[in-house]
């Protein structure tokens, strides 16, 4: 089974500056790569996802990740936090042509005026 | 819009009882998970099913049973629940030959057991 690591359970920062969530798998073989976000007391909804093709991906609400696959990385970004940002993120991965997702721990961000 | 409704938003229920959790999609879907959700530990594979009567065991189906009868509805049952299965479950479904690769999730049954 894949192995995902969310460096840090949470992260704060201003509004206005950059959040960046790092990710890292351990799959030797370029897995799918994918962000989700979760509001509170909501379900899960994507963000964004890596599959095949260019390695820097734009999702929505302005994110952004780069799959590195000399670092096994796949960071998140979003140059200017804003309020509504402040949520749990989730980085997940799952084996090309497999259905099942493997899951980080999760970083919680909040987003100080 | 895409859908994957869950039959309660919380629930509480007694150490012994037997507890079942519904999850319909209306995205004709083939393949439908359950993970539960735990602070720290992020989301862990329970059961999931790829077809009608189908089911496979995922990380942790200790302690839970599937059902999965018809292919918009997959159950998820503690047989006997207990107070460390006390958690967050989420359910979620996926198209089998879809080009997304992507697993839509239900709004969580926050599971208490006193």
């Known amino acids: 089974a894949q192995s995902v690591t969310q460096l840090g359970s949470h992260v704060s920062v201003s509004e206005g500056a950059l959040v960046l969530l790092r990710c890292n798998y351990s799959?030797?073989?370029?897995?799918?790569l994918f962000w989700y976000v979760q509001y509170p007391n909501q379900g899960l909804q994507l963000l964004l996802k890596y599959t095949t093709g260019a390695t820097l991906v734009k999702g929505i609400n302005g994110f952004e990740a780069e799959f590195k696959k000399s670092e096994t990385s796949f960071h998140l970004t979003k140059p200017s936090a804003h309020m509504s940002d402040a949520a749990e993120y989730f980085c997940a991965v799952s084996d090309q042509g497999d259905y099942k997702l493997s899951f980080g721990a999760g970083t919680t961000v909040t987003v100080r005026a | 819009d895409v859908k994957v409704t869950q039959s309660s938003r919380y629930l509480v229920k007694r150490t012994g009882e037997k507890v079942f959790l519904e999850c319909v999609q209306d995205m004709d879907h083939e393949n439908m998970f359950w993970y539960r959700q735990d602070p720290g530990l992020g989301l862990r594979l329970i059961y999931f099913s790829y077809d009608v009567k189908m089911k496979e065991k995922g990380d942790i189906p200790e302690g839970y049973s599937v059902s999965r009868e018809k292919k918009e509805r997959f159950s998820l049952i503690l047989e006997s629940a207990s107070t460390n299965q006390t958690s967050m479950y989420l359910c979620?479904?996926?198209?089998?030959?879809?080009?997304?690769?992507?697993?839509?999730f239900g709004p969580g049954t926050r599971l208490t057991v006193t």
């Open positions: 979620a479904s996926i198209e089998r030959q879809g080009a997304r690769h992507e697993q839509y």
């Open positions: 799959s030797s073989v370029p897995p799918y």
